[in-house]
């Protein structure tokens, strides 16, 4: 159906909606849709839309998207545009005001261009050039945001995402890949502050499996304030989930996934989880863990004012001797790059702050996540652990082997061996929810330095599967070993790092440390 009006004015509140017709209307100079109206159609044509730049204020709905092209919606004004299919644009796309929602998501065959604007998409496909401009850009449902020349955030310009919803434990990633060059200038943000697990009323969400009360608040890379037991996920060597939520009131940072030809950092990459909120005695609670952050790209540049950040929350202001309400632990940093030698910025990884709570028995700071930097030119990389000189009984632990005894070795298939020992000291491999020892090296001879060092390729609770040509059918009985490497291993800022009873082994000790107030316990 055609709805065709020489004006069309939809004013004092009022909400018109035609169904999935069509709708056309001649005089758009004199057509509008008030502050706190509402048009719904179900299509218009491309001159149509604006129509949306008349509306001062109101909201136009579009349920079905025209051809569009080389569109420019730089009249919006402080209207509401929300399209509810996919938008195809063919050509550049340029939106210089308003707010607009592609709820099914975008693309374009050219240049998309945001300025003084916040646009929210279910993701977004440009092949050209994209630039944030003093705009904000909000991805939604974990859809990537894929770009085939070059990204430009600035002039305070961020990049976010929609805060996690508990009831649906739902979380939005965020996931960009850029074929060229990447650039943050310093007044703008990739934004994952408090976009990790969230809370409920009296409850906590937590890591990796938007689990509920599992004991794991206010914890990620690090452990919550006065923690000493290991309330830990994820791996150091790939940033690959958000922050846990602290109790009651503080969501954790998001997760944020970054591959590029270069990144160019002056701004901030950020995931931090949020400080607690202090509504009454009765309703206070932990700060949220820090998220993650996984950057892959050739090389990574930037100034002093760089920063990746992937913080604990603080503490809440006072509270009762209880032991849920703490600072939240650090997150992880991973970045893997073939040259970091241009980046003066830096990295941040710290707990939460207990400061502004000095009352509690149990107020402690946060312990430090994890920063791991590796180039994919490496077998092994650079560990930094580092709480930024805040002072916490909780210690930063590694995916631990230990030392028990080999039972059983048996050949399964040519060149493929299961190792068994007794009891389940282990979790099982789960590659989607980061459990398990894959990737690890162990020596299956803990007795001598000099045996060689097998992969893991996968575990059950009481077995590790190697692939070798080796023969290791004579070393039952033998106590095995796991074996963490690093190039360097910096553990500063009053950190503390414990990898059980597993050996560590540093290659370049020269530019190692453990400084002052900093703890390394190894096996």
């Given at each position: 159906?055609?709805?065709?009006?020489?004006?069309l004015n939809v004013?004092?509140?009022?909400?018109?909606d035609?169904?999935?017709?069509r709708?056309?209307?001649?005089?758009?100079?004199?057509?509008?849709?008030?502050?706190g109206?509402?048009?719904?159609?179900g299509?218009?044509?491309?001159?149509?839309?604006?129509?949306a730049?008349?509306s001062?204020?109101?909201?136009?709905v579009?349920?079905?998207?025209?051809?569009?092209?080389?569109l420019?919606l730089?009249?919006?004004g402080d209207?509401q545009?929300d399209?509810?299919?996919?938008?195809?644009?063919?050509?550049?796309?340029?939106?210089?005001s308003?707010?607009?929602n592609?709820l099914?998501?975008?693309?374009v065959t050219?240049d998309?261009d945001l300025?003084?604007?916040?646009?929210?998409?279910?993701?977004?496909?440009?092949p050209g050039?994209?630039?944030v401009?003093?705009?904000?850009l909000i991805?939604?449902?974990?859809?990537?945001l894929t770009?085939?020349?070059?990204?430009?955030?600035?002039?305070?310009?961020?990049i976010?995402?929609?805060?996690?919803?508990?009831?649906a434990k739902?979380?939005?990633?965020?996931?960009?890949d850029?074929?060229g060059?990447?650039?943050?200038?310093s007044?703008?943000s990739?934004?994952?502050?408090?976009k990790?697990?969230?809370t409920g009323?009296?409850?906590?969400?937590?890591g990796?499996?938007?689990g509920?009360?599992?004991?794991?608040e206010?914890c990620?890379?690090g452990?919550?304030?006065y923690?000493?037991?290991n309330?830990s996920?994820?791996?150091?060597e790939?940033?690959?989930?958000?922050g846990?939520?602290?109790?009651?009131t503080a969501p954790g940072?998001?997760?944020v996934?970054?591959?590029?030809?270069?990144?160019?950092l002056d701004?901030?990459?950020?995931?931090?989880?949020?400080?607690?909120?202090?509504?009454?005695?009765s309703h206070?609670?932990?700060?949220?863990a820090?998220g993650?952050?996984?950057?892959?790209?050739d090389?990574?540049?930037?100034?002093a004012?760089?920063?990746l950040s992937?913080l604990?929350?603080?503490?809440?202001n006072?509270?009762?001797?209880?032991?849920?309400?703490?600072?939240g632990?650090?997150?992880?940093?991973s970045?893997?790059?073939?040259d970091?030698?241009g980046y003066?910025?830096?990295y941040?990884a710290f707990?939460?702050?207990?400061?502004?709570?000095?009352s509690?028995?149990?107020?402690?700071?946060?312990?430090?996540?994890?920063?791991?930097?590796?180039?994919?030119?490496?077998?092994?990389?650079?560990?930094?652990v580092?709480n930024g000189?805040?002072t916490s009984?909780?210690r930063t632990?590694l995916?631990?082997?230990g030392?028990?005894?080999?039972?059983?070795v048996?050949?399964t298939?040519p060149g493929?061996?299961?190792?068994s020992?007794?009891?389940?000291p282990w979790?099982?491999?789960?590659?989607a929810?980061g459990?398990?020892?894959d990737?690890?090296?162990?020596d299956?001879?803990?007795s001598?330095?000099?045996s060689p060092?097998?992969?893991i390729?996968?575990?059950?609770?009481?077995?590790i599967?190697?692939?070798t040509?080796?023969?290791?059918?004579?070393?039952?009985?033998?106590?095995?070993?796991?074996?963490h490497?690093?190039e360097?291993?910096n553990?500063?800022?009053?950190a503390?790092?414990?990898?059980?009873s597993d050996?560590?082994?540093v290659r370049?000790?020269?530019?190692?440390?453990?400084s002052?107030?900093?703890?390394?316990?190894?096996?």
């Amino acid at each position: 159906g055609v709805h065709t009006f020489e004006t069309l004015n939809v004013v004092g509140n009022a909400w018109l909606d035609t169904g999935s017709d069509r709708v056309v209307v001649r005089d758009l100079a004199n057509s509008t849709v008030s502050a706190g109206s509402t048009l719904v159609v179900g299509e218009v044509d491309q001159a149509t839309l604006e129509l949306a730049g008349n509306s001062s204020g109101g909201r136009f709905v579009l349920r079905r998207a025209p051809a569009l092209n080389n569109l420019d919606l730089s009249a919006l004004g402080d209207s509401q545009l929300d399209i509810v299919p996919v938008v195809s644009v063919t050509g550049n796309l340029t939106i210089g005001s308003g707010n607009v929602n592609f709820l099914g998501g975008l693309s374009v065959t050219g240049d998309l261009d945001l300025s003084n604007t916040t646009v929210t998409t279910a993701g977004a496909t440009v092949p050209g050039n994209m630039t944030v401009n003093g705009a904000t850009l909000i991805l939604r449902d974990s859809q990537p945001l894929t770009v085939g020349g070059t990204l430009d955030v600035m002039n305070s310009g961020v990049i976010t995402v929609l805060t996690s919803t508990p009831s649906a434990k739902v979380i939005h990633s965020l996931k960009v890949d850029v074929t060229g060059v990447m650039t943050v200038d310093s007044t703008s943000s990739i934004d994952l502050d408090g976009k990790g697990y969230g809370t409920g009323y009296n409850d906590s969400y937590s890591g990796p499996a938007y689990g509920l009360n599992t004991g794991r608040e206010s914890c990620h890379g690090g452990s919550r304030g006065y923690e000493y037991g290991n309330c830990s996920y994820g791996r150091y060597e790939r940033a690959m989930f958000a922050g846990s939520s602290g109790f009651r009131t503080a969501p954790g940072g998001g997760l944020v996934e970054i591959t590029a030809q270069s990144l160019v950092l002056d701004g901030e990459i950020r995931a931090n989880g949020l400080t607690a909120n202090n509504f009454s005695y009765s309703h206070l609670g932990g700060g949220g863990a820090g998220g993650g952050i996984h950057i892959e790209v050739d090389s990574l540049l930037g100034g002093a004012t760089g920063k990746l950040s992937a913080l604990g929350g603080d503490m809440t202001n006072k509270g009762p001797t209880n032991g849920r309400y703490r600072a939240g632990g650090g997150g992880r940093i991973s970045v893997v790059t073939a040259d970091r030698s241009g980046y003066s910025g830096t990295y941040q990884a710290f707990g939460g702050d207990k400061a502004r709570n000095t009352s509690d028995t149990f107020a402690s700071d946060g312990g430090p996540g994890t920063v791991y930097l590796k180039s994919p030119l490496d077998t092994y990389g650079h560990l930094l652990v580092d709480n930024g000189g805040l002072t916490s009984v909780g210690r930063t632990r590694l995916r631990i082997v230990g030392r028990p005894v080999i039972d059983t070795v048996v050949e399964t298939s040519p060149g493929v061996w299961q190792v068994s020992v007794a009891n389940t000291p282990w979790k099982a491999s789960d590659l989607a929810l980061g459990w398990g020892l894959d990737g690890i090296e162990v020596d299956l001879d803990a007795s001598e330095l000099l045996s060689p060092h097998y992969t893991i390729e996968s575990n059950t609770t009481n077995t590790i599967t190697i692939n070798t040509t080796d023969d290791l059918s004579g070393l039952v009985g033998n106590s095995l070993v796991g074996v963490h490497t690093f190039e360097t291993l910096n553990v500063v800022g009053n950190a503390w790092l414990d990898t059980g009873s597993d050996r560590v082994v540093v290659r370049d000790l020269a530019n190692s440390t453990v400084s002052a107030g900093s703890t390394l316990v190894v096996g």
